[in-house]
């Protein structure tokens, strides 16, 4: 198992990393049971992602799909960034050593938590089609056993 | 940038004993130690030799001592052979403990498949099982005790002899996993009471992909392929004779050099601790101090995770290990630690050093200096210690 470089520079040099204290919307999840947490920070103008920060314990992959989730939503709008999949940020980081796949879900549901949080603040009802049932909380998630 | 190799038990570099034994027979000796004419009888020599001074670092005899391919294959072939001396006079029980190699736990489990029943045997917080937990676990049933003498992860050094003894007076057979005792603690396979023994050649400054397995003389033991007359028809197969002098050249310099080594190393793995454990709170060390083998070095980080440690650590040339789940594929961590009675939550911080007589006080003073900034960098991206902290200020405000 080998890492990108990609995945290496993420890991070594995070980007948008650290917290937020006025944040507008705040997802976390992950739990310290199955090794991966993940906090999303996003600061929203107009209905688009103007600045966003990361805190993440786990392991290198986790880290860097952190980083790299964080770049690919920074400027974009909010709905836009509800599309952001797994897939999309593995690619971006030129690919995730196979066990290492169920790391970078982390960050697709980070943002989307992130995002809930947002428009639960400002009223805004989350459409099931997109946000399911997950409260963001992973206690009781599936893959997280 | 420098490169600091603490991962020593995952695999040692090779001494130049083991290279120069390894050359000499690539070289020179290469004949086939079964051919009947000079050249065969030279690498005849040399694998008497080297089987020689294998038995004599156990207190064994020549003729108790069978190569293999390593430690795995070694552990398999004692617990497969006990099993089936066992169910020729129907006795099924297995006992084990929860934190063996898995070399042992997978023999087991696919035993226990097979209608084997295993009692594995708690260990305790500090990482120890005890003989009256052996005794206790006897059935008439057991035909197998299998206790590893020191564990890979986290050090420990199990009361073999004691152990020994209980199955000694039950009339069980007891084997032991000793692939990380080997050359770094005295062992006599008489004294102590072992009738099989485990151990492999790249633990102790050896090559990889040989070691050997020990068997008390009177043992029937079974042989795991068909083929040619080598190791007694018991494995056949022509010998890898450059591996197993350089195994052998290793083993009697670790053995010679064990009591100097043994407190040099022990040294610098307490200097560690002693740097590591006042410096950063919330850190523990797994395993306890006293019956430890000299190399061990165990931690757990709360609020962090293996992994990235581990690879921050390499940004800095320092080589170590993680039992954490992220290296291992699933989402457990280490079933040694869990075995402790660790929570996930710390299990997954764990950090493993392990020294050898190649590192210098140089080394260790490098990873007292950069450790604690690597935790804490990782501390300060992670939100688990964010939560960890924010408790512990509001339980400072109570
Ligand atoms: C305790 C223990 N048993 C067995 C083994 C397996 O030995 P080998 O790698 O020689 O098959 C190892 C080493 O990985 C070990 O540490
Ligand atoms: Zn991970």
Known sequence: MAYSKKV????????????????????????????????????????????????????????????MATELIKGQKVEDALELSNKAVVEALDGLPPAKIHCSVLAEEAVKAAIADYYTKNGIELDPAIFGSCSGGCENCDHCG | MKTVYVDNAATTAMCDEAVKAMVECMSSAYGNASSLHHIGQEAAEVLFAARQDVADCLNADVNEIYFTSGGTEAD??????????????????????????????????????????????????????????????????????????????????????????????????FHTDAVQAVGHVKIDVAEQNIDMLSLSGHKFHGPKGVGALYCKKGISLMGIMQGGAQEKNKRPGTENIPALAGMAAALKKACAELDKNSAYISSLRDKII?????????????????????????????????????????????????????????????????????????????LRISLSEFNTEEEADYIIEELPKVVNRLRDMSPVWERIMKEESENGLQ
């Open chain 1, 8 to 67: 290496m520079d993420h890991f070594e040099n995070p980007r948008n990393l650290g917290k937020m204290d006025d944040a507008d919307g705040v997802g976390e999840v992950g739990n310290a049971k199955c090794g991966d947490i993940m906090k999303i920070y996003l600061k929203i103008n107009d209905g688009i992602i103007s600045d966003v920060k990361f805190n993440t314990f786990g392991c290198a992959s986790a880290i860097a799909t952190s980083s």
């Open chain 2, 76 to 173: 398999n072939w004692a617990i497969r052979n006990a099993a089936r001396l066992g169910s020729r006079k129907n006795k099924n029980h297995i006992i084990s403990t929860a934190f063996e190699h898995h070399a042992v736990l997978h023999t087991l489990k696919k035993l226990e498949k097979e209608g084997f029943e295993v009692t594995y045997l708690e260990v305790s917080e500090d990482g120890y099982v005890t003989p009256e937990q052996v005794r206790n676990a006897i059935k008439d049933e057991t035909c197998l005790v299998t206790i590893m003498y020191a564990n890979n992860e986290i050090g420990t050094i199990q009361p073999v002899k004691e152990i020994g003894q209980v199955c000694r007076d039950k009339g069980v057979l």
């Open chain 2, 274 to 350: 002693d740097g590591i454990l006042p410096t950063v709170p919330r850190a523990r060390l797994n395993g306890g101090r006293d019956a430890r083998l000299p190399g061990n070095v165990s931690f757990c980080f709360e609020g962090i995770e293996g992994e990235s440690l581990l690879l921050y650590l390499d940004l800095k040339g320092i080589c170590g290990s993680s039992g954490s789940a992220c290296t291992s594929g699933s989402l457990d961590p280490s079933h040694v630690l869990l075995a402790l009675g660790l929570p996930h939550e710390i299990a997954h911080g764990s």
